[in-house]
């Protein structure tokens, strides 16, 4: 297993998930299989500074329901930032794995930060440049 950094910075929220399910999912290795997890861990930050395109901050909503008669809740994205910036990536990057019982083990090897500081400097993440 080994371990990435992605600056997201500046990028697409997008891009910047489908690259990060890829690592989750272990896509660039050549022993993957598709009913092992063969993924590694990734490490993200900056997640506070990630962008959208063509003014789709005041119209991406996130939407949810507790089941519940009169239930339904939905949040656009800049509220969303302004709350947890780090369930965006989430959200992002969940919804692009593979609907399958491997998506939670995968889910839980995706580290989120706000800033750039992170505390996984000991396992000696290489940083992804795209």
């Given at each position: ?35 092992l ?12 500074m ?24 939905e949040?656009?994205?800049?509220e ?8 965006v ?16 083990q ?7 930060y706000?800033n ?6 000991a ?8």
């Amino acid at each position: 297993m080994k371990w990435y950094l992605i600056d997201v910075k500046d990028r697409v929220l997008g891009r910047a998930a489908t690259k990060i399910a890829s690592l989750l999912i272990g896509k660039e290795k050549p022993e993957i299989v598709p009913n092992l997890d063969c993924g590694d861990y990734v490490v993200v930050i900056n997640s506070d500074m990630v962008k959208l395109t063509r003014g789709k901050e005041k119209k991406k909503m996130y939407y949810s329901h507790s089941t519940y008669p009169g239930g339904f809740k939905e949040v656009r994205f800049d509220e969303q930032m302004e709350k947890d910036s780090r369930k965006v990536i989430e959200k992002a990057v969940k919804n692009m794995l593979p609907q399958n019982k491997l998506k939670d083990q995968r889910l839980s090897r995706l580290v989120i930060y706000k800033n750039s500081e992170h505390k996984h400097t000991a396992q000696k993440p290489t940083e992804i440049k795209f």
